[in-house]
């Protein structure tokens, strides 16, 4: 058994480490070390496919394990986020402990968890699915973990605005519509580049200078304006698409 076939799985379970070193962080309250440690696990992720595509040593071995990872950083860490936020932002602290919380508080810190469980059952249904091999079906844990990562990145010196926007039903709001996303069937238009004109293109390129805008002048937390905006032009494209066919029939 040669050594290059551990390599992509290597990697794969240091994007696994990331996400278990964020959860932890972010129940600890270190929600922007947590961030961090996700766009990491992102990093990860993304060479790990890429190293196995390169070295020819894909395997059934390193689908289940970076399913496993994703569930971790981008579903688990994601939540756990959402969920100490929200007991900071009903207690004023972070490390505030649950015997000091009244039912009703821990009810509302607790419900962005379900957010982990819809990131599983998503990548269970992408195992199985073999419509998404061009493009995604519903968006993507990675997304999802992005968006999370790059929305609590801005908090620290914006205190004020995320309380008087961000409360807890609007969290839950947020996370429950990430859950419907994560197992929808809308398609998600493919961001891989097979020829270099503008026609055919024009979402791609349009999505790309506006997220390179979004991130030189909000850094890291233009990351979460990319991937709304990219969720929306999905959406229209998909009604426009639908409104085509249904014109055609």
Not at 30 to 58: C, E, T
Not at 137 to 165: C, H, K, Q, V
Not at 186 to 206: A, D
Not at 220 to 246: D, Q
């Amino acid at each position: 058994m040669t050594i290059k076939k551990h390599i992509p799985n290597t990697i794969t379970s240091m994007n696994l480490l990331c996400g278990v070193m964020a959860t932890a962080c972010a129940f600890g309250g270190q929600l922007s070390l947590a961030a961090i440690l996700i766009v990491a696990g992102a990093v990860f992720d993304f060479f790990d496919g890429f190293v196995a595509r390169a070295l020819g040593v894909s395997g059934p071995m390193g689908k289940e394990l970076d399913s496993l990872a994703d569930n971790i950083s981008f579903g688990l860490a994601p939540a756990a986020i959402y969920s100490t936020y929200i007991k900071w932002y009903l207690t004023g602290d972070y490390e505030t402990p649950l015997s000091s919380m009244t039912a009703s508080e821990i009810t509302l810190a607790a419900a962005p968890l379900i957010m982990g469980v819809f990131a599983g059952l998503r990548l269970a249904k992408f195992n199985i699915d073999t419509r998404q091999t061009e493009s995604f079906l519903g968006l993507t844990t990675t997304a999802t973990g992005l968006f999370t990562a790059s929305l609590i990145w801005m908090l620290p010196g914006n205190e004020d605005f995320f309380r008087a926007y961000m409360t807890p039903t609007v969290t839950i709001v947020m996370v429950a519509v990430f859950c419907g996303l994560l197992v929808s069937e809308i398609p998600m238009f493919s961001l891989k580049v097979k020829h270099w004109t503008w026609s055919g293109n024009e979402l791609k390129v349009i999505l790309l200078t506006v997220g390179l805008l979004s991130i030189i002048i909000l850094g890291l937390g233009g990351i979460a304006f990319t991937i709304a905006l990219y969720t929306i032009f999905s959406i229209v494209k998909a009604i426009i698409v639908k409104g085509k066919k249904g014109g055609d029939a």
